[in-house]
């Protein structure tokens, strides 16, 4: 890592579609607030990239994140149909991004929790998304029998395990409960649990682990969220579940993601390009923003990251400069600039 005082780290800035460069305008404005590190390279990804390109992620901008291993993504819309695959599935792949970080907690007062803290972190490349699927025909009937199989391997149930238990670790935090359908698919997922115990015993000094099964889990998270602390689960349990945490306080406009590999790593909203409301300027910037905390925790920012969340938390539960998916009326410019106004106060405890 270059020396923290001189730094500047490249990294790839990609827009993306629908409220995708809003909300990443929104959220450059506040990372240059911050005198963040990041030295861009804008470059194109999605349906602008089609249009232009012919292809999601055009060549320029793989090469471009070859280059500096580390992206901020703005939502990208999947082609339907055309044969495209996954773009999310292929920068995956691509950059080898095992572990899937995803952390919620109560920002705004008064829903159904107070205090939900959790950090979930999903296996990212193999399980039920490997897409190994196929039909058999019976008589005339082409679609007569689907048949989808799960891919997990020991090296990357150990991979993303070590993850969460580094992470657990290195973020104080007590326990990590890895969750799976082991009694069922005794196989694929047992192999999973199989081996998170085993890694566990180089961390059992210094954090616990317990273990739920799928649907109780999904049970016990809606009775009581406070009772979990770190979750680590396979990918499709994970993209289940995160999608359930993020509901529990406040919804999709508050949840960020990181995508996080030994050599590369790509953050973004957990959030799709909501065509619903693009171009209108009411887009919460917020996962966006908080996934770019994320980053500068990442590259070793940690004061500046917590000056980022101190004034999302202080614009949203005492200024009460909320957007609309927040049952607020504030654009995404007035929150924007509810921010900047506390970041600029903030700046003489950051100097
Ligand atoms: P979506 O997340 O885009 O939208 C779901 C609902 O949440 C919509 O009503 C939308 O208006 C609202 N919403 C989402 N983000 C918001 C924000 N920041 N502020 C306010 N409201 C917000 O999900 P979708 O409609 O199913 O998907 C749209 C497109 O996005 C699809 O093409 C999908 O493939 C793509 N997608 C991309 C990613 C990604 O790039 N990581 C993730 C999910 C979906």
Redesign the pocket.
Known sequence: MPNQATRKIPATLIP????GPE?MHATVRVLTALDAPFEWEEVMG?MAAVARQGDPLPKETMDSIRRTRLAL????????GGGYR???VRLREEFELYANLRPVRTIVPGGRYEDVDIVLVRENTEGFYVGFEHFIPIKGDPHAVAIGSGVNTREGCRRVAEFAFDYAVKNNRKNVTCVHKANILKALTGLFLEEVRECFKRYSDRITLDDRIIDACAMQLVLDPTKFDVILTTNLFGDILSDLIAGLVG???LAP?GNIGTEAAIF??????????AGKG???????LLAAAMMLDYVGESTKARVLRDAVDGVIRDDKVR???LGGKASTLEYTDALMRRIEAAAPARA
């Open positions: 993306g579609d629908g409220i909300i999605g993504k703005g939502p990208l819309t999947t082609p339907v996954s773009v999310n919804g999709l406009g993601g973004e909203a957990v959030h799709g390009s909501a065509p619903d409301i009411v887009a919460n910037p917020t996962a966006l957007t609309r998916d």
